[in-house]
Protein backbone atom coordinates (compact mmCIF):
# COMPACT_ATOMS: atom_id res chain seq x y z
CA UNK A 1 0.00 0.00 0.00
CA UNK A 2 1.47 3.16 -1.24
CA UNK A 3 0.85 6.19 1.36
CA UNK A 4 0.95 9.74 -0.25
CA UNK A 5 0.62 12.93 1.70
CA UNK A 6 -0.68 16.04 0.27
CA UNK A 7 -0.59 19.42 1.43
CA UNK A 8 -1.98 22.64 0.94
CA UNK A 9 -2.78 25.73 1.69
CA UNK A 10 -6.38 24.89 3.91
CA UNK A 11 -6.09 21.05 2.60
CA UNK A 12 -9.09 21.36 0.69
CA UNK A 13 -8.33 22.70 -2.87
CA UNK A 14 -6.13 19.20 -2.23
CA UNK A 15 -8.98 17.22 -1.58
CA UNK A 16 -10.18 17.46 -5.43
CA UNK A 17 -6.26 16.06 -6.75
CA UNK A 18 -6.31 13.03 -4.21
CA UNK A 19 -9.90 12.44 -5.87
CA UNK A 20 -8.14 12.12 -9.25
CA UNK A 21 -4.97 10.78 -7.78
CA UNK A 22 -7.09 7.67 -6.68
CA UNK A 23 -9.12 7.37 -9.33
CA UNK A 24 -5.74 6.62 -11.94
CA UNK A 25 -4.10 4.72 -8.86
CA UNK A 26 -7.51 2.49 -9.17
CA UNK A 27 -6.97 2.49 -12.97
CA UNK A 28 -3.58 1.46 -12.79
CA UNK A 29 -3.99 -1.05 -10.32
CA UNK A 30 -2.01 0.71 -7.13
CA UNK A 31 -3.33 -0.06 -4.03
CA UNK A 32 -2.56 3.67 -2.48
CA UNK A 33 -3.73 5.61 0.80
CA UNK A 34 -4.02 9.31 0.21
CA UNK A 35 -4.16 11.92 3.23
CA UNK A 36 -5.14 15.79 2.31
CA UNK A 37 -3.57 18.69 5.14
CA UNK A 38 -3.21 22.25 5.21
CA UNK A 39 0.10 23.79 6.01
CA UNK A 40 0.01 24.13 9.59
CA UNK A 41 -0.81 20.02 9.89
CA UNK A 42 1.97 18.93 7.66
CA UNK A 43 4.78 18.98 10.15
CA UNK A 44 3.27 16.58 12.74
CA UNK A 45 1.04 14.62 10.26
CA UNK A 46 4.15 13.66 8.68
CA UNK A 47 5.81 12.84 12.01
CA UNK A 48 3.45 11.24 13.92
CA UNK A 49 1.52 9.37 11.18
CA UNK A 50 3.79 7.77 9.38
CA UNK A 51 5.52 6.16 8.07
CA UNK A 52 4.41 8.34 4.57
CA UNK A 53 6.14 6.97 1.24
CA UNK A 54 5.59 10.30 -0.35
CA UNK A 55 4.63 14.14 0.47
CA UNK A 56 3.51 16.00 -2.16
CA UNK A 57 2.95 20.19 -1.85
CA UNK A 58 0.90 22.26 -4.34
CA UNK A 59 1.90 24.70 -5.90
CA UNK A 60 0.46 27.32 -3.84
CA UNK A 61 2.26 26.51 -0.85
CA UNK A 62 5.80 26.01 -2.70
CA UNK A 63 6.98 29.01 -0.44
CA UNK A 64 7.08 26.63 3.11
CA UNK A 65 9.05 24.29 0.58
CA UNK A 66 12.01 24.54 2.88
CA UNK A 67 10.16 24.11 5.90
CA UNK A 68 8.41 21.13 4.28
CA UNK A 69 11.73 19.45 2.64
CA UNK A 70 13.22 19.98 6.65
CA UNK A 71 10.36 18.00 8.08
CA UNK A 72 10.17 15.45 5.32
CA UNK A 73 13.99 14.74 5.71
CA UNK A 74 13.21 14.46 9.76
CA UNK A 75 10.58 11.71 8.90
CA UNK A 76 12.79 10.14 5.81
CA UNK A 77 9.73 10.90 3.78
CA UNK A 78 10.88 12.20 -0.29
CA UNK A 79 9.10 15.42 -0.81
CA UNK A 80 8.08 16.77 -4.07
CA UNK A 81 6.30 20.09 -5.32
CA UNK A 82 3.67 19.71 -7.97
CA UNK A 83 3.71 21.48 -10.80
CA UNK A 84 1.00 23.68 -11.75
CA UNK A 85 -0.40 21.67 -14.68
CA UNK A 86 -0.70 18.72 -12.90
CA UNK A 87 -2.61 20.19 -9.78
CA UNK A 88 -5.81 19.88 -11.17
CA UNK A 89 -8.85 16.98 -11.41
CA UNK A 90 -7.35 15.82 -14.33
CA UNK A 91 -4.20 15.61 -13.23
CA UNK A 92 -3.98 12.28 -12.09
CA UNK A 93 -2.15 10.42 -14.62
CA UNK A 94 0.57 12.85 -14.41
CA UNK A 95 0.70 12.89 -10.58
CA UNK A 96 0.86 8.91 -10.11
CA UNK A 97 3.79 9.49 -13.02
CA UNK A 98 5.62 11.85 -10.72
CA UNK A 99 4.46 9.48 -7.51
CA UNK A 100 6.02 6.19 -9.23
CA UNK A 101 8.99 7.76 -10.25
CA UNK A 102 9.93 9.63 -6.56
CA UNK A 103 9.00 6.27 -5.16
CA UNK A 104 11.12 4.09 -7.16
CA UNK A 105 7.59 2.01 -8.26
CA UNK A 106 8.48 2.69 -12.39
CA UNK A 107 7.06 5.30 -14.66
CA UNK A 108 9.38 7.65 -17.42
Known sequence: ????????????????VQ????????????????RAVGTGAFEAVIQEEGPWDIALVAPQVRYKMASFESAAQEANVPITLI???AYTPLGGP????????????GGE
Open 1 to 16: MLRILLVCSGGMSSAI
Open 83 to 85: IPQ
Open 19 to 34: KSIEKECEKQGLKAEL
Open 94 to 105: QLVQQIKQMTGL
